[in-house]
């Protein structure tokens, strides 16, 4: 193949990898595939012949004659004709999935055709594509059908929807996407349904999918749902019908109110008791009520609202004010006759606050006011009622009590010496240097003993309480209720606490060894001040840390590149990461001229760094591996004309490795692990034989696959680990079971097997897949049968999910869970998990 010497500027796109075609004709819209394999290659010629292709009008194509092209070494591919008066092609999609919108179209009307309706497809277009719609319409049955491959925006999508709505009927809506119109149908009728396209061979199969509120859609084969008089019915959707967990009146339901995040404990509500509770409501969902009342988030103004409350919690009553807890969401909905948009204020649970708590919200005043030694005794409250005003009790005897003047100085005492050290120190720590009194505290003594620690709160003064943390170096949990007891100002959100106390621990660190390096010196003279205080930085700390600042730069534009292509939850750790870099970065101008501060910040560099990539995973790179497949002249790389590497260009083995990289990145999904593996071995026998060092990018992705599929061939096939002795396992249960009780009081997300051993730093070796079973089998033996399993927060591999936890549970004679239920058993399980061991020492 001659290489395309036209200038860059007049190639519109690469027109030698085209997998989909139409036959018939350019305006046909019947698609096929071109099998990339050179044996289903010739199969496929068998069945088509070789004179009947076209870069259909329908895929966006020019309408030319296409001609498949077989090679062996290279992917089998369409090709346009060397014609020298050709047009320019303007085909944007080459790949199968771009022809989605003709085998949908011809898939479901031979399915319909088979449900008994003489169905013909439209295409339609939102300025995508051709088809970035297939409509069907249903006389029989008065039914519109729209597949939505691609989205409109939501105000468009409305006014299509009443449009359609006023001249077909009823609507079935069938989405390309999970984005916000699904949701927005879930909201009505509690589920939506979404469409995908698989190949097999040289067609494309279509999939339904059923999504619900909370839970990953359920695919089933389009050949096997129905079409009824109520729409487009799958398995998974009879199956949610026969509960009636969903709704089923379509469009014309108003939607379900939608939540907002809003900050817990940060939000008091006291009921009016003038108010009468509505009957209906918008905001009205299954499984709540509503209670009218005042409501007054912190650094605002008391507004008069509804709190939407679970059946399971008891109502409040007027008597107390009540600090909302769990998770808080601002809820709105449409707006309903032009009234505007109703709002409420939803909350898992309630906690009543003390007297003089509550008298500080403003919500509530003691009917006299009296010193206490006058205060009437309060009326005897009946079975399962609590009086109506709490009796005051002065924090002085309570100090007296759980926490004694004594106890105060000494913990005082070795918190400044951990401070001079630069360290911080746990609870379990603690009681191994004061003694079992420590041990004996509940969580709330333990509060009280914090307060009295750094009390009195003087503004500049730094705290020592921060300096207990958990055994993940992270705040305690109830580090928030100290601050507000001590008057200092609470951070807005718990990563917004976790950066506080960071930056607290540095500060009270530097404090105290500054003042233990005073008292320490010679007689104190101010000239001698200075060089007591400040070390100045060596030269190689200096180099060290440019080159660290250097390193997190770029990999701060990685992850804000990755971020901006990545969807879930995955999004939110990628911005919390580069918050922590942009924050850690900008301290540098602090610390470097000061040479103990500078090689802390190094140190905190490198779990940064290490953070940003396990969170952005295979290095973003010039996506040049499709392109390796053609010859190299045609690809000048104009990218990297400022940092040339002939030498790697020239070498043969670096292009093998980046093009065997490539099929191993773009087959993993199909190929057998054992295949993969025999790629990785290839690029080895290459990586021996180059005359230069593997370029990082390459070295990065080798190992991202080398880990990978290690991880898979584990959980594929089991290790031929040596067997542990039951003894050894029983040893190892306590360490495991103490790394677990931590994460679920810090709330963490499930550990693979390989972050668990790294958490015991070494102690839990590469064991043997029954070992596994057993160990966590020995860990949960102590569990009550009410209570979850620690084990939930040990994941398997993505190859096997949930693996461990099914045979934990039948390894200590729990029932067993259907494994159509067990990934939602699973989650709930661990929600309890949490909420139980929240609270916990």
Same mark, same amino acid.
């Given at each position: 193949?001659?290489?395309?010497?036209?200038?860059?500027? %007049?190639?519109?796109?690469?027109?030698?990898?085209?997998?989909?075609?139409?036959?018939?004709?350019?305006?046909? *819209?019947?698609?096929?595939?071109?099998?990339?394999?050179?044996?289903?290659?010739?199969?496929?010629?068998?069945?088509?012949?070789?004179?009947?292709?076209?870069?259909?009008?329908?895929?966006?194509? !020019?309408?030319?004659?296409?001609?498949?092209?077989?090679?062996?070494?290279?992917?089998?591919?369409?090709?346009?004709?060397?014609?020298?008066?050709?047009?320019?092609?303007?085909?944007?999609?080459?790949? &199968? *999935?771009?022809?989605?919108?003709?085998?949908?179209?011809?898939?479901?009307?031979?399915?319909?055709?088979?449900?008994?309706?003489?169905?013909?497809?439209?295409?339609?277009?939102?300025?995508?594509?051709?088809?970035?719609?297939?409509?069907?319409?249903?006389?029989?049955?008065?039914?519109?059908?729209?597949?939505?491959?691609?989205?409109?925006?939501?105000?468009?999508?409305?006014?299509?929807?009443? #449009?359609?709505?006023?001249?077909?009927?009823?609507?079935?809506?069938?989405?390309?996407?999970?984005?916000?119109?699904?949701?927005?149908?879930? &909201?009505?009728?509690?589920?939506?349904?979404?469409?995908?396209?698989?190949?097999?061979?040289?067609?494309?199969?279509?999939?339904?999918?059923?999504?619900?509120?909370?839970?990953?859609?359920?695919?089933?084969?389009?050949?096997? !749902?129905?079409?009824?008089?109520?729409?487009?019915?799958?398995?998974?959707?009879?199956?949610?019908?026969?509960?009636?967990?969903?709704?089923?009146?379509?469009?014309?339901?108003?939607?379900?109110?939608?939540?907002?995040?809003?900050?817990?404990?940060?939000?008091?509500?006291?009921?009016?008791?003038?108010?009468?509770?509505?009957?209906? #409501?918008?905001?009205?969902?299954?499984?709540?009520?509503?209670?009218?009342?005042?409501?007054?988030?912190?650094?605002?103004?008391?507004?008069?609202?509804?709190?939407?409350?679970?059946?399971?919690? +008891?109502?409040? /009553?007027?008597?107390?004010?009540?600090?909302?807890?769990?998770?808080?969401?601002?809820?709105?909905?449409?707006?309903?006759?032009?009234?505007?948009?109703?709002?409420?204020?939803?909350?898992?649970?309630?906690?009543?606050?003390?007297?003089?708590?509550?008298?500080? /919200?403003?919500?509530?005043?003691?009917?006299?006011?009296?010193?206490?030694?006058?205060?009437?005794?309060?009326?005897?409250?009946?079975?399962?009622?609590?009086?109506?005003? +709490?009796?005051?009790?002065?924090?002085?005897?309570?100090?007296?009590?759980?926490?004694?003047?004594?106890?105060?100085?000494?913990?005082?005492?070795?918190?400044?010496?951990?401070?001079?050290?630069?360290?911080?120190?746990?609870?379990?720590?603690?009681?191994?240097?004061?003694?079992?009194?420590?041990?004996?505290? %509940?969580?709330?003594?333990?509060?009280?003993?914090?307060?009295?620690?750094?009390?009195?709160?003087?503004?500049?003064?730094?705290?020592?309480?921060?300096?207990?943390?958990?055994?993940?170096?992270? +705040?305690?949990?109830?580090? *928030?209720?100290?601050?507000?007891?001590?008057?200092? =100002?609470?951070?807005?959100?718990?990563?917004?606490?976790?950066?506080?106390?960071?930056?607290?621990?540095?500060? /009270?660190?530097?404090?105290?060894?500054?003042? @233990?390096?005073?008292?320490?010196?010679?007689?104190?003279?101010?000239?001698?001040?200075?060089?007591?205080?400040?070390?100045?930085? #060596?030269?190689?700390?200096?180099?060290?840390?440019?080159?660290?600042?250097?390193?997190? @730069?770029?990999?701060?534009?990685?992850?804000?590149?990755?971020?901006?292509?990545?969807?879930?939850?995955?999004?939110?750790?990628?911005?919390?990461?580069?918050?922590?870099?942009?924050?850690?970065?900008?301290?540098?101008?602090?610390?470097?001229?000061?040479?103990?501060?500078?090689?802390?910040?190094?140190?905190?560099?490198?779990?940064?760094?290490?953070?940003?990539?396990?969170?952005?995973?295979?290095?973003?790179?010039?996506?040049?591996? @499709?392109?390796?497949?053609?010859?190299?002249?045609?690809?000048?790389?104009?990218?990297?004309?400022?940092?040339?590497?002939?030498?790697?260009?020239?070498?043969?083995?670096?292009?093998?490795?980046?093009?065997?990289?490539?099929?191993?990145?773009?087959?993993?999904?199909?190929?057998?692990?054992?295949?993969?593996?025999?790629?990785?071995?290839?690029?080895?026998?290459?990586?021996?034989?180059?005359?230069?060092?593997?370029?990082?990018?390459?070295?990065?992705?080798?190992?991202?696959?080398? #880990?990978?599929?290690?991880?898979?061939?584990?959980?594929?096939?089991?290790?031929?680990?040596?067997?542990? +002795?039951?003894?050894?396992?029983?040893?190892?249960?306590?360490?495991?079971?103490?790394?677990?009780?931590?994460?679920?009081?810090?709330?963490?997300?499930?550990?693979?097997?390989? *972050?668990?051993?790294?958490?015991?730093?070494?102690?839990?070796?590469?064991?043997?897949?029954?070992?596994?079973?057993?160990?966590?089998?020995?860990?949960?033996? %102590?569990?009550?049968?009410?209570?979850?399993?620690?084990?939930?927060?040990?994941? %398997?591999?993505?190859?096997?999910?949930?693996?461990?936890?099914?045979?934990?549970?039948?390894?200590?004679?729990?029932?067993?869970?259907?494994? =159509?239920?067990?990934?939602?058993?699973?989650?709930?399980?661990?929600?309890?998990?949490?909420?139980?061991?929240?609270?916990?020492?």
């Amino acid at each position: 193949m001659t290489a395309d010497v036209r200038p860059l500027a %007049s190639r519109q796109v690469d027109t030698r990898l085209i997998q989909t075609a139409v036959i018939g004709g350019r305006d046909s *819209d019947q698609p096929v595939i071109l099998p990339e394999q050179p044996h289903n290659f010739d199969q496929f010629l068998r069945r088509f012949g070789r004179d009947d292709f076209w870069c259909g009008t329908l895929l966006g194509g !020019c309408g030319e004659p296409l001609h498949p092209k077989r090679y062996v070494t290279k992917v089998c591919h369409f090709s346009h004709g060397a014609d020298p008066g050709r047009g320019e092609c303007h085909r944007t999609t080459h790949s &199968a *999935d771009g022809a989605d919108h003709l085998f949908v179209k011809a898939h479901a009307t031979r399915w319909l055709t088979t449900q008994g309706h003489a169905a013909h497809g439209e295409l339609r277009t939102f300025g995508h594509c051709h088809g970035d719609a297939v409509d069907f319409r249903l006389p029989a049955s008065d039914m519109f059908l729209r597949f939505e491959l691609h989205s409109e925006d939501y105000r468009s999508w409305r006014k299509a929807a009443d #449009s359609l709505g006023a001249k077909e009927g009823r609507i079935e809506w069938v989405f390309g996407r999970d984005d916000v119109l699904a949701h927005d149908m879930v &909201a009505r009728r509690g589920y939506a349904l979404l469409v995908r396209c698989e190949t097999e061979g040289n067609d494309r199969r279509v999939f339904i999918g059923t999504l619900t509120d909370g839970r990953k859609p359920a695919w089933d084969p389009l050949e096997q !749902c129905r079409m009824t008089g109520k729409g487009l019915v799958t398995p998974a959707l009879e199956s949610l019908r026969a509960k009636g967990t969903i709704r089923d009146d379509g469009l014309d339901a108003e939607p379900l109110p939608a939540g907002m995040p809003m900050p817990s404990g940060k939000i008091v509500f006291a009921v009016d008791s003038e108010a009468a509770p509505p009957a209906t #409501s918008p905001l009205l969902t299954p499984g709540r009520y509503l209670v009218p009342g005042f409501v007054k988030p912190a650094g605002s103004r008391i507004v008069r609202a509804h709190l939407s409350l679970p059946d399971s919690v +008891p109502a409040p /009553t007027e008597q107390y004010v009540y600090r909302l807890a769990g998770s808080v969401r601002l809820l709105v909905t449409d707006v309903v006759d032009g009234q505007g948009s109703p709002w409420a204020v939803r909350a898992d649970s309630l906690t009543e606050l003390n007297g003089l708590d509550a008298e500080r /919200t403003g919500l509530w005043r003691p009917s006299v006011a009296l010193e206490e030694k006058h205060v009437p005794a309060p009326r005897t409250a009946g079975t399962g009622e609590r009086p109506a005003l +709490p009796e005051p009790a002065p924090s002085a005897p309570k100090v007296q009590e759980t926490a004694p003047a004594e106890r105060v100085d000494v913990l005082r005492r070795l918190l400044e010496t951990v401070a001079a050290k630069g360290t911080t120190i746990t609870w379990s720590e603690l009681i191994a240097r004061l003694g079992t009194w420590v041990y004996d505290l %509940s969580s709330p003594q333990r509060q009280d003993l914090l307060v009295e620690v750094d009390k009195p709160r003087v503004p500049d003064r730094p705290l020592l309480s921060v300096l207990i943390v958990t055994h993940l170096g992270r +705040p305690l949990p109830y580090l *928030d209720e100290v601050l507000r007891r001590l008057g200092v =100002a609470e951070p807005a959100s718990e990563f917004a606490l976790q950066q506080w106390a960071a930056a607290e621990v540095n500060k /009270t660190q530097a404090a105290y060894r500054a003042q @233990r390096t005073r008292e320490q010196a010679a007689p104190p003279r101010a000239a001698k001040q200075p060089v007591a205080k400040v070390q100045l930085p #060596s030269a190689n700390d200096l180099q060290h840390a440019t080159r660290r600042r250097a390193e997190m @730069r770029e990999k701060v534009e990685e992850a804000a590149r990755t971020r901006a292509r990545t969807k879930g939850a995955r999004v939110q750790r990628l911005s919390e990461a580069i918050d922590q870099a942009e924050v850690h970065l900008r301290r540098y101008e602090k610390v470097h001229a000061d040479g103990r501060a500078l090689r802390s910040w190094l140190a905190e560099s490198d779990r940064i760094l290490d953070l940003l990539s396990r969170l952005i995973g295979r290095p973003i790179t010039v996506t040049t591996t @499709r392109r390796d497949y053609g010859t190299a002249p045609a690809d000048p790389k104009p990218v990297k004309t400022a940092e040339p590497k002939p030498a790697e260009k020239k070498d043969p083995h670096l292009r093998q490795i980046r093009r065997t990289l490539g099929e191993l990145e773009r087959t993993n999904r199909h190929r057998p692990t054992k295949d993969l593996l025999q790629l990785l071995d290839e690029i080895g026998q290459h990586r021996e034989q180059l005359t230069r060092p593997l370029p990082a990018p390459e070295a990065k992705r080798v190992e991202h696959w080398r #880990s990978k599929l290690e991880e898979r061939r584990s959980a594929e096939t089991p290790r031929e680990e040596p067997r542990l +002795p039951a003894d050894k396992i029983d040893k190892l249960a306590h360490t495991v079971r103490e790394i677990l009780q931590e994460l679920a009081r810090a709330d963490g997300s499930p550990l693979r097997w390989g *972050d668990l051993r790294l958490r015991a730093d070494g102690r839990v070796p590469f064991m043997h897949p029954d070992d596994q079973v057993a160990l966590l089998v020995a860990v949960d033996r %102590s569990t009550p049968a009410d209570e979850p399993l620690l084990s939930t927060l040990v994941d %398997s591999s993505v190859a096997a999910p949930h693996r461990l936890y099914r045979q934990v549970r039948l390894g200590l004679g729990r029932e067993p869970v259907p494994d =159509a239920e067990l990934e939602a058993h699973r989650a709930m399980e661990a929600l309890r998990l949490r909420g139980l061991w929240r609270y916990r020492r």
